[in-house]
């Protein structure tokens, strides 16, 4: 059976939060009590350095972690100290905890997350980690590598009304509300939307919560930012695979992703984005562009999609035959992973990509920019205010021809250097290449022309005009040089080496 859910009761929330204030229970404060080592054991889900530095912690701030973070059993007393104004009879009308023998337990997780010094406070259902059960079906998820990847990537730009899609326990919109003038929510899970208005309750914002499927509760709304972590999981359609609410949409293969972004547009305004998570399928030896283009074809969207991971059939039934809390030993796991490799097998997968879809509606109606590519190692964090730049110098580019193009003096962005490698002792470099410090920390290997282009590129010059000089100084005709040269020049602007 699924545990409540908490009641979003005004005053007894106001209590809460004035005791969660009090006790600063905040990301530095628990990161300052556990220390790196139980910090980063927590993070690989190992739990007891944390239970041994909160057990040998006296003080509320300790109880509360053990209680709310950890899922441990708590002494009566410690509780209540912890919770001051709330007291038990509050917590437990909240329906935070429970007596268990002589102690309390807490009957879902409850613990701060922030960005650039602010504290929020989530509250979702306990992880496997403290119930060390297998998760039940409609479990709602807390804040895992997924949401924090999506709230990285999401630009934020203001604009006056933001969606969430699939909200689970809100973490999203809590990000938006910094942004956004009205946040809207969605999910298709009731219990999730009890998570849902209890956080926005808890963190004193006010969001619209709707309840269905998808965009089927926002039919006929438009909005400038829609943000989606959705159910994006590949699972096998057979009763021998749970189908957990939190990341399964209940459709085959990746069309749930595919439907996203072909439905998307209809609710974006102009200028709008879209920014969401995705995994797609890669039929045979065919190339994943060529699947995740189909779907962005006709939607007149600009399209810019990042693959961040590829995993074969087989790592992705582990992966995913192993969440949920079923541990390799077991005849499910085995039955499951089965079920995963049948599931790819009968419609040819060979891989399953893993990536960030960023879609805007263009303004006016020129042709749409659909740019699909890979960056598979470490990116800026946050890489929102990138995404947000790419997006401009990928409408900029889109909007104006090579001759304007040309006619801009470009300068080399402050994270970027150039790397000249070569056998020691050789004059002359064998490779010269760019690296960017952020973004997508792009390495671009350059040719002759390249490289000298780049090196008058201080924002004096138009490129038109250095490419001339170039093709003068290698004695090659000034027109094929510059053709030859705009690929680079846009491939650099569009990932911010050049601005
Ligand atoms: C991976 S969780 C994301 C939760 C949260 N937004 C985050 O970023 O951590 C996916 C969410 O989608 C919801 N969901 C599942 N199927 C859905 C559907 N068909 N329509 C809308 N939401 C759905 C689940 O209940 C769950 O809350």
Do not use: K
């Amino acid at each position: 059976m699924s545990a409540p859910t908490p009641a979003a009761d005004p005053v007894l929330v106001a209590r809460l939060r004035a005791d969660l204030e009090s006790v600063a229970y905040t990301v530095e404060a628990v990161g300052e009590l556990l220390g790196p080592l139980a910090s980063a054991a927590l993070d690989r889900e190992q739990m007891i350095p944390a239970q041994r530095v909160t057990a040998a912690a006296a003080g509320p701030l300790a109880t509360l972690v053990r209680l709310f973070g950890l899922g441990d059993a708590v002494d009566i007393d410690e509780a209540a100290a912890a919770l001051p104004s709330l007291g038990l009879d509050g917590a437990a009308a909240l329906r935070l905890v429970r007596q268990q023998g002589p102690g309390v337990v807490a009957t879902c997780d409850l613990r701060p997350y922030g960005e650039e010094g602010r504290t929020w406070w989530v509250a979702s259902d306990l992880p496997e980690l403290a119930t060390r059960a297998p998760l039940s079906e409609d479990h709602v998820l807390g804040i895992g590598g997924a949401s924090t990847t999506l709230a990285s990537w999401t630009p934020r730009p203001v604009v006056e009304r933001a969606l969430d899609v699939g909200t689970g326990c809100g973490v999203q919109a809590l990000h938006l509300g910094s942004h956004a003038r009205h946040v809207t929510v969605t999910d298709i899970s009731t219990r999730a939307l009890e998570f849902a208005r209890f956080n926005a309750a808890l963190n004193g914002v006010e969001w619209e919560v709707v309840e269905g499927s998808m965009l089927d509760p926002v039919a006929g709304q438009r909005f400038g930012l829609i943000v989606s972590n959705p159910p994006f999981v590949i699972t096998p359609r057979t009763p021998d695979v749970p189908l957990f609410e939190y990341r399964d949409g209940g459709q085959a293969g990746d069309t749930l992703v595919a439907d996203l972004v072909r439905s998307i547009g209809d609710h974006l305004e102009a200028g709008g984005v879209a920014q969401f998570l995705g995994n797609w399928e890669v039929v045979g030896d065919t190339d994943w562009r060529e699947r995740v283009r189909g779907w962005v074809a006709g939607t007149g969207l600009d399209a810019w999609i990042v693959q961040r991971d590829v995993q074969d059939p087989a790592e992705y039934a582990e992966t995913w035959s192993r969440d949920g809390g079923h541990h390799s030993a077991t005849t499910e796991f085995a039955t499951m992973y089965a079920a995963w490799l049948d599931d790819f097998a009968s419609r040819g997968v060979s891989a399953i990509g893993f990536g960030v879809i960023t879609l805007q509606r263009p303004v006016g109606d020129r042709e749409p920019f659909v740019d699909l590519t890979e960056a598979t190692g470490p990116v800026a964090a946050p890489m929102g205010s990138h995404v947000l730049s790419g997006l401009r110098a990928r409408t900029w580019l889109a909007e104006h021809d090579d001759d304007e193009l040309l006619a801009v003096a470009w300068r080399c962005a402050d994270d970027v250097v150039e790397e000249r490698h070569g056998r020691p002792g050789d004059d002359e470099p064998a490779v010269i290449q760019l690296r960017q410090g952020g973004g997508l920390g792009r390495v671009v290997r350059l040719d002759t022309v390249g490289a000298a282009l780049v090196s008058v590129c201080d924002g004096s010059l138009p490129a038109g005009v250095a490419l001339s000089a170039i093709a003068e100084l290698l004695g090659e005709e000034a027109d094929a040089v510059r053709s030859s040269a705009l690929p680079l020049l846009r491939g650099l602007v569009a990932d911010g080496l050049l601005v």
